[in-house]
């Protein structure tokens, strides 16, 4: 069982910036490849970004890639998602999510990972 908590979301205008974090707590984390996914409003859940168990490959959406980054310190059982030059359509609830058992690579759909977190908003305002 693995446990994940978001923060660092928040009201930014847009062209700003923001960092989420999401701890971990239960199972070794390092085995775990790690994902981020926001959920607007009247919208399925998308696939954001995500992480190799190593943190030696990463993944992006092409409406985030360039402008986001995901790391992980698996000393301390985080993740995280740099966001910058944000735009009102970045708007969403953002989870983080645990994917098991992945030796390469990593999931990019949510059926993929096994655990969530709660979220966290993010709204950019125009």
Known sequence: QVQLVESGGGLVQAGGSLTLSCAASGRTF???TMGWFRQAP??????VA????????TYY????????????DNAKNTVYLQMNSLKPEDT???YC???????????????EYDYWGQGTQVTVSS
């Open 30 to 32: 390092s085995s775990y």
């Open 42 to 47: 009247g919208k399925e859940r998308e696939f």
């Open 50 to 57: 995500a992480i190799t168990w190593s943190g030696g490959a």
């Open 61 to 72: 959406s092409d409406s985030v890639k360039g402008r986001f980054t995901i790391s992980r």
């Open 92 to 94: 969403a609830v953002y």
């Open 97 to 111: 999510a645990a994917e098991f058992g992945r030796t390469a690579g990593a999931g990019t759909t949510k059926s």
